[in-house]
């Protein structure tokens, strides 16, 4: 008796909390979020309908390929297909013939991080009536069985596995996206001499043709506004990004779509679910990248999209300033140097001497168009988090709707209260200092000298 007494309190207090949840309405969305979903997007994707092509690169757990995809039949009895990119497990994680117990780790992280992806990507794109076209286009996953290009599904292999004297050999989950572009934003950073000609190209790829120092501001604000338009939507979900960097950026100039699309949401979680917090652990940090993490370090669970501002902001400098566009080590020390003066960009550029700032630094911001881009960029790279603006909200600024006739984009939905991540954040602060965060990084370090 007392026990049901317990559990009838317990649903009176948490049962308030999660229909409120469920009741959250976001602003709908504007022109730039709706997009009619592709026919691949109506069909499940079966084994024997994906067809995998050659390698594009490997991760630490996991490798990308082309491939096909074959939809339907056109009026003729032509196949209709369009071209994927799948990512998968690597095969020799998957494999763990030497019973190796740092396999078994690799494999479970392996494991979890597809998963988190998938289930981000399916959020994003599949479970939603509007999708962005600055995120990369989800289609779907399926199993595929590796040996000798025999697909079969994941039920046909259970199938098969109940008959004794047949042994079927592994099968791989694969996820799918539309082919959106070849090359990521780090690609086309500079060209391989060092000059700026591949800038050209990003600019003809995006449709904005950068051929005199006028326009130099133009491509720059195409650049950061589809940078923000994809997080404002996936902060708009509740999904925060948490590795934002060029390389996670494809160019498609391709298929009339000319805009950017991020990738690679296996690092991402989602804050909107007050239950489980699919992504997020607090004692971990996660996969992220050093030289575009903001000083935080983990996410702040009251102010988590701010994580991604940042991150968009350092990515948007390593893009536009050519003396970072072409050295990182630039970029580090111009970290270094703002950490020096406690995350102080007004601090730092009085501290520096004008013959010592970074190559084109002073062309970009001393124009009329660059001080407004300063005035964004010192908002952005606040270090208290909280101080940040939303994605959203930059959106509407001076610098990036200068004509004051763009539409609102959803803000993020308020945070859900959850034990689990309140109880993981208390844990997390008891191991961390209060002015700077633990990384073992020159960025964050107190200045010894």
Known sequence: MMIYRWFHYILIVLLPWYASSLTQQAPLPSHQHRRRPSKSRRIPIQPKDLILGQFIGNGTFGEVRRGTLCLDYDSDGQIITIPIVTKSIKLGVVENNNNDNNNDNDRIRAQYYLDTEEYINRRLCLESNDQCKYIAPYVGDCFIVDENHSYSSSNDNKNDADDENNETPPSRRHLVWEEAGDLTLEEFR????????????????????????????????????????????????????????????????????????????????????????????????????ILYCPPEEFIEVDHPYA??????????????????????????NFRIQVKDEKHDLEAWQESIADNKLPEGWEEFFECDDGRMAWSLLCKMLKYDPSQRPTAADLLLGNYLNPTCQEEAQPEPPPIPWSLTSHLESISMMQHRPVEECLLPDSFYEENTE
């Open 190 to 289: 500079t060209d391989d001499d060092g000059n700026d000609d591949s800038l050209q190209s990003l600019a003809k790829a995006l449709d904005y043709p950068n051929t005199a120092r006028t326009t130099t501001h133009t491509l720059a604000r195409v650049i950061l506004r589809q940078i923000l338009s994809a997080l404002a939507f996936s902060h708009s979900k509740g999904i925060v990004h948490r590795d934002i960097k060029p390389s996670n950026i494809l160019v498609d100039g391709n298929n009339m779509a000319n805009c950017l699309r991020i990738i690679d949401f296996g690092s991402a979680c989602d804050m909107s679910n007050w239950i489980t917090r699919k992504g997020y652990k607090g004692k971990e940090k996660g996969v992220r990248t």
């Open 307 to 332: 994580f991604d501002v940042y991150s968009a902001a350092i990515t948007w400098l390593r893009i536009v300033i050519p003396g970072f566009r072409q050295s990182e080590d630039a970029l580090f």
